[in-house]
């Protein structure tokens, strides 16, 4: 599979807020070689479809209910993959486990996002608020976010990027998520921008950022 030029599909469940920070910056011209071609959810009422059909960007909503067995399920997910030259995979808030049998045909190829420093606070259970609840009732000073390859275990793939974000004693679970999420919206396209420039290096669990000058005005 190529490394250069992304051809994106963005699987989204929800607002989709990190899909338009994505897709923003790519419109602005600070990612260049890439675009986004399909966003794929299992949630109908997902923002990111409402998102991608705003921007004329084909959309498929695909859940593991309208199929007999999972096989036939990722068998469709991969058709469409291919049918739209698909060689990347952005993760944006998406709800379902992907299986190995997408993972292994686009290794290193799938991101996601977490909104917390793992591999602390991420695994089965955390996600959404949970998350951030359980970095506060851990008395964390400092959460953050990553972006992290995806691989066959859930919140556990090399990590491309990390970022803190402080904690403070007046913190909600929603304030906090608020101020991580913000963070989000800069490192996601960061990264993004990183694997379509090339510099994205993937050994076992180590990356590493060729020509480092991370940072997307630069
Ligand atoms: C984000 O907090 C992300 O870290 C997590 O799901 C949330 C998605 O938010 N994986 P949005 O749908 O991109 O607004």
Do not use: C, W
Not at 21 to 40: C, E, H, M, P, T
Not at 131 to 159: L, M, R
Not at 180 to 202: N, T
Request: charged residues 20%; hydrophobic residues 45%; aromatic residues 6%.
């Amino acid at each position: 599979m190529s490394n250069r030029y992304l051809n994106i599909a963005v699987f989204a469940s929800g607002k989709g807020s990190n899909f338009r920070a994505i897709l923003n910056a790519i419109k602005a011209g600070k990612i260049q070689d890439a675009r986004v071609v399909l966003v794929i959810s299992n949630n109908s009422d997902a923002g990111a479809l409402v998102t991608a059909r705003e921007n004329n960007i084909p959309t498929l909503h695909i859940s593991r209910m309208q199929f007999l067995a999972e096989e036939e399920f990722n068998g469709t997910l991969l058709e469409k993959l291919k049918e739209y030259s698909v060689n990347f995979i952005v993760l944006a808030g998406y709800m379902k486990k992907v299986d190995v049998s997408l993972i292994r045909v686009f290794k290193n190829r799938i991101v996601n996002i977490h909104p917390a420093l793992l591999p602390k606070f991420g695994g089965s259970g955390m996600y959404g608020i949970h998350v951030h609840e359980a970095v506060i009732a851990e008395k964390e000073n400092i959460s953050g976010v990553t972006v992290h390859i995806v691989d066959e275990e859930y919140d556990h793939g090399p990590i491309v990027l990390q970022q803190t974000v402080p904690v403070v004693d007046s913190d909600t679970p929603e304030s906090l998520a608020a101020r991580v999420l913000k963070v989000e919206h800069e490192i996601y396209p960061e990264a993004v921008k990183l694997f379509a420039e090339g510099r994205i290096k993937v050994e076992g669990q180590i990356v590493t950022i060729i020509n480092s000058q991370v940072g997307i005005n630069k």
